[in-house]
């Protein structure tokens, strides 16, 4: 059974930084390409950051690139997402997401709250 565990949001200040953890298991994590979305108060999923399964390659939304840094431990099934340089509108439920047997999988999600 495939199992996502985000952890590390909390509520932070403009300009402050958080890190995202999501321990995945249930898979062949090496093998996976993993992903991050948020999802804000009353609006739809964003994909926010990519990273391929090697840890090579990495993507991410307009919004949070040059602030925001995804990485992966392989060995330890996990994947990170570091925030820095936080806005309100980064405000949103986090969700660790992995596209395994023609399905996409999402773990219960973290919440990040940035206000002053």
């Known amino acids: 059974e495939v199992q996502l565990v985000e952890s590390g949001g909390g509520l932070v200040q403009p300009g402050g930084s958080l890190r995202l953890s999501c321990a995945a298991s249930?898979?062949?994590?090496?093998?996976?390409?993993m992903s991050w979305v948020r999802q804000a108060p009353g609006k739809g999923p964003e994909w926010v950051s990519a990273?391929?399964?090697?840890?090579?390659?990495?993507y991410y939304a307009d919004s949070v690139k040059g602030r925001f840094t995804i990485s992966r431990n392989n060995p330890r099934n996990l994947v990170y997402l570091q925030m820095n340089s936080l806005i309100p509108e980064d405000t949103a439920v986090y969700y660790c997401?992995?596209?395994?047997?023609?399905?996409?999988?999402y773990g219960q999600g973290t919440q990040v709250t940035v206000t002053s």
């Open positions: 997401n992995v596209r395994a047997y023609s399905r996409n999988f």
């Open positions: 249930g898979f062949t994590f090496g093998s996976y390409d």
């Open positions: 990273i391929n399964s090697g840890g090579g390659s990495t």
